[in-house]
């Protein structure tokens, strides 16, 4: 069974930083695309970042400048790296992974709370 855990979530100040990890585990042959999602309340869930298996990267306008998205295929790890977090970047985070396991499939992780305060 294939599953994603994100990690690294929290509470920081406007200004500070975060890094986001999520790894893949189970029983894995290849990973294509990793991407971060966020989701605010009432509001669709919004693509931030995503990287081919290449290393190609790609992102959303708001976080341009301020978030690095990158992978460690070793160990079947995304990362997304936030630094200058704004109020608005306050919601929950989520994974998203296409792997082949038995089959090709897309996986999501249960996500992780960024809170950040004025």
């Known amino acids: 069974q294939v599953q994603l855990v994100e990690s690294g979530g929290g509470l920081v100040q406007a200004g500070g930083s975060l890094r986001l990890s999520c790894a893949a585990s189970g029983s894995i042959f290849s990973i294509n695309a990793m991407d971060w999602y966020r989701q605010a309340p009432g509001k669709q869930r919004e693509l931030v970042a995503a990287?081919?298996?290449?290393?190609?990267?790609n992102y959303v306008d708001s976080v341009k400048g301020r978030f690095t998205i990158s992978r460690d295929n070793a160990k079947n790890t995304v990362y997304l790296q936030m630094n200058k977090l704004k109020p608005e970047d306050t919601t929950v985070y989520y994974c998203?992974?296409?792997?082949?396991?038995?089959?090709?499939?897309?996986?999501w992780g249960r996500g992780t709370q960024v809170t950040v305060s004025s």
């Open positions: 998203n992974a296409e792997i082949r396991g038995s089959s090709w499939a897309n996986y």
């Open positions: 990287i081919t298996s290449g290393g190609s990267t």
